[in-house]
């Protein structure tokens, strides 16, 4: 079975910095869908960023870009001149590809603080 | 507004009270499904459909119940709640379940079983 593991229960960065969640996942697939996803205190989960495994370069969104590393199984977040809304939870999400059952596998989320 | 409508936001029941949580979507997707967040767990898919009345089982089925009778609404359906079901409830949806797409997330429903 696949699983996502986020090693970093909490990080903190301060307002403009740059940080990096880190995210890795364990699969025998070879294709296969990874996400972010953003909760902010309001609850709703938000889709930050999405990346295909069989594409090599690595999505980027705005001030939001990934570094999925797929022989290492690692898909980490960079989240450049943070700003104060950027504080949430971040979940690292995982879906296997061409089936139709939608089963995102989630990490157990990382909550960033953004300082001012 | 394209968006995922779930409702109530919060609800707190007793053991054993029949409850049904409404998911509503106005983008016309085939797909919906149901998670539930836990504290350490991540999201968890319970039930999910392709379809209209086509439904089937995710990952913590147990004690839930789901129907697709119109495309737009995917019901979750708490026959007899225990106090094991208090979480926090996410519907989403999305064109497709292949994950091509991504997925469109309601507010959540936090229901609590005392």
């Known amino acids: 079975a696949q699983t996502v593991t986020q090693s970093q229960p909490e990080m903190s960065v301060q307002e403009a910095e740059t940080v990096t969640l880190s995210c890795t996942y364990d699969?025998?697939?070879?294709?296969?869908?990874l996400f972010w996803y953003k909760q902010p205190p309001s609850r709703q989960m938000i889709l930050v960023i999405r990346?295909?495994?069989?594409?090599?370069q690595n999505a980027t969104e705005n001030r939001f870009s990934v570094n999925f590393q797929k022989a290492a199984k690692s898909f980490s977040l960079k989240i450049s001149d943070s700003q104060l809304g950027d504080a949430a939870m971040y979940f690292c999400?995982?879906?296997?590809?061409?089936?139709?059952?939608?089963?995102?596998?989630f990490g157990k989320g990382t909550k960033l603080s953004v300082k001012p | 507004e394209a968006q995922v409508t779930q409702n109530p936001r919060y609800l707190i029941t007793v053991t054993g009270k029949k409850l049904t949580v409404t998911c509503s979507q106005n983008?016309?997707?085939?797909?919906m499904s149901w998670y539930r967040q836990d504290p350490g767990l991540g999201l968890r898919q319970i039930y999910y459909?392709?379809?209209?009345?086509?439904?089937d089982k995710g990952d913590v089925p147990e004690g839930y119940k789901v129907s697709r009778k119109e495309k737009r609404n995917f019901p979750l359906i708490l026959e007899s709640p225990s106090p094991n079901q208090t979480s926090l409830y996410f519907c989403?949806?999305?064109?497709?379940?292949?994950?091509?797409?991504?997925?469109?997330f309601g507010s959540g429903t936090r229901l609590t079983v005392v």
């Open positions: 989403a949806s999305s064109p497709s379940g292949t994950g091509h797409y991504g997925y469109t």
């Open positions: 699969t025998s697939e070879s294709d296969y869908y």
């Open positions: 459909s392709m379809n209209v009345e086509v439904t």
């Open positions: 999400a995982y879906q296997n590809y061409g089936g139709s059952q939608g089963n995102l596998i």
């Open positions: 983008m016309n997707h085939e797909y």
């Open positions: 990346q295909e495994a069989y594409k090599q």
